[in-house]
């Protein structure tokens, strides 16, 4: 798959004045962490979930986006919050181990190819402190008509699951997207110590109501 489509760059500027972001932040997984824990949110978008955890007290917080337009609105909206711009994605303008903390809420959805999943999830590993905390949210696979049309549609205008994978489908407005197995996520956070997982409903981006998956995990601790 190609990397214009793993970023899509173009569709998420046209898109950030008009789309609202609803995975929740489920602040129970947050109580042990300190409030001055350094922490990354990788696909920030405008700034919503960075905003939420300002206001419950943590205050060493990052958002990084690879829209620029995303990033002028969360500045826009959150002047005193740290933005920053990715020019080469996934790569972090930030050393290794600098973080306590990295979520993705709803990246990997954005992200339809495995290999570049997995080149992002390689990245927030590095930059991640050994027993710091990684926080997912994103979409699982739908069983309703209209998605499995959506999988089935986009497979054969592409050369079948082989081509893409089962899944991998385009929004009306033309996001390419993809939505994911239970099995995925184990494969793709290998390196990672599950903690806690949690099904949870959320509207899509364009109102939607789907089903979602919420994994904390930890990068293993230096021995």
Same mark, same amino acid.
């Given at each position: 798959?190609?990397?214009?489509?793993?970023?899509?760059?173009?569709?998420?500027?046209?898109?950030?004045?008009?789309?609202?972001?609803?995975?929740?932040?489920?602040?129970?997984?947050?109580?042990?962490?300190?409030?001055?824990?350094?922490?990354?949110?990788?696909?920030?978008?405008?700034?919503?979930?960075?905003?939420?955890?300002?206001?419950?007290?943590?205050?060493?917080?990052?958002?990084?986006?690879?829209?620029?337009?995303?990033?002028?609105?969360?500045?826009?909206?959150?002047?005193? !919050?740290?933005?920053?711009? !990715?020019?080469?994605?996934?790569? #972090?303008?930030?050393?290794?181990?600098?973080?306590?903390?990295?979520?993705?809420?709803?990246?990997?959805?954005?992200?339809?190819?495995?290999?570049?999943?997995?080149?992002?999830?390689?990245?927030?590993?590095?930059?991640?402190?050994?027993?710091?905390? !990684?926080?997912?949210?994103?979409? #699982? #696979?739908?069983?309703?008509?209209?998605?499995?049309?959506?999988?089935?549609?986009?497979?054969?205008?592409?050369?079948?699951?082989?081509?893409?994978?089962?899944?991998?489908?385009?929004?009306?407005?033309?996001?390419?997207?993809?939505?994911?197995?239970?099995?995925?996520?184990?494969?793709?956070?290998?390196?990672?110590?599950?903690?806690?997982?949690?099904?949870?409903?959320?509207?899509?981006?364009?109102?939607?109501?789907?089903?979602?998956?919420?994994?904390?995990?930890?990068?293993?601790?230096?021995?």
């Amino acid at each position: 798959m190609s990397d214009h489509l793993d970023t899509q760059i173009p569709y998420w500027d046209a898109a950030s004045a008009t789309k609202t972001f609803t995975h929740p932040l489920h602040l129970p997984w947050l109580e042990g962490i300190s409030r001055q824990a350094a922490m990354l949110d990788y696909g920030c978008g405008y700034g919503r979930t960075m905003d939420e955890l300002q206001q419950h007290g943590f205050r060493d917080l990052t958002g990084a986006d690879i829209s620029p337009a995303m990033i002028e609105r969360a500045q826009h909206l959150h002047p005193a !919050l740290h933005f920053t711009t !990715l020019d080469t994605p996934p790569s #972090l303008p930030s050393p290794d181990a600098a973080f306590d903390v990295v979520l993705l809420f709803a990246v990997l959805t954005c992200v339809p190819g495995d290999e570049a999943q997995h080149r992002l999830i390689a990245e927030l590993h590095r930059v991640l402190k050994p027993g710091g905390v !990684l926080y997912v949210s994103d979409l #699982l #696979l739908q069983n309703d008509e209209r998605n499995r049309s959506r999988y089935e549609h986009y497979a054969t205008l592409n050369g079948g699951y082989g081509a893409v994978g089962y899944g991998v489908f385009q929004t009306g407005d033309g996001a390419v997207c993809r939505h994911h197995s239970r099995e995925w996520f184990t494969t793709l956070l290998l390196d990672f110590e599950g903690i806690s997982t949690r099904t949870v409903t959320v509207s899509t981006m364009n109102g939607h109501e789907s089903t979602g998956i919420q994994i904390l995990a930890r990068k293993a601790a230096v021995t």
